[in-house]
């Protein structure tokens, strides 16, 4: 390869590094609806926002610290973590589900979530908090203290906020896999439609 072509390639790559290492990044700390379970990870809603931040705001990345049965403890323990390794600009919480699927009184839920968010914020990130509900059958009073916890702390650490996950389509089968849980692929365009009407005011 000539010398000339040898020195255009260096600095494209030197290039691409540079970009890259400027790259802002965007953390999901997630659980199962995050982490893509049952489907192709490149299908999940996460992944799919990666795509449309590559083609509207190229000056971020997603880390998905995601992962299958998550607890809001769970998280808790691995926040400081996460935050070090990563250094995010924005932190999109989204758990809650396994606890309340475990019964986790609402109030340690809050704590932990909390705790999570306030980490983050101190970090010098922008928080994005997800809300989750619970099923019906799971009785008013539960239902309801659990749904209010995520607009409490919404409003104590004056977050960014999705009010619902699954918003407009939790009560489609059809969109969920045989366990009735999670989302099946179809879903998570609607997912990411969702969230980003909260996210996108953070992208600055």
Request: with cysteine.
């Amino acid at each position: 390869m000539p010398l000339a072509m040898r020195m255009l390639l260096f600095c494209m790559l030197l290039a691409a590094g540079a970009a890259h290492g400027a790259a802002k990044t965007l953390l999901v700390l997630g659980d199962s609806l995050s982490a893509a379970y049952g489907i192709a990870a490149a299908r999940g809603w996460v992944a799919l926002l990666g795509e449309r931040l590559a083609r509207e705001h190229p000056d971020y990345r997603v880390v998905n610290a995601s992962i299958s049965g998550e607890t809001s403890a769970g998280a808790r323990a691995r926040i400081a973590g996460e935050l070090a390794r990563h250094q995010p600009a924005i932190v999109i919480v989204e758990l809650g589900g396994n606890d309340g699927l475990r019964g986790l009184a609402p109030a340690q839920m809050k704590q932990n979530i909390a705790a999570i968010v306030s980490a983050a914020q101190k970090a010098g990130a922008r928080v994005l908090l997800v809300g989750m509900q619970m099923p019906p059958n799971y009785g008013p009073e539960y239902t309801q203290r659990f749904e209010a916890v995520f607009r409490e702390l919404r409003e104590r650490y004056a977050t960014a906020w999705v009010p619902f996950l699954l918003e407009g389509f939790a009560e489609r089968r059809e969109l969920f896999q045989a366990d009735n849980i999670h989302p099946n692929e179809e879903a998570q365009p609607l997912i990411l439609d969702n969230v980003w009407p909260g996210l996108s005011p953070l992208l600055k």
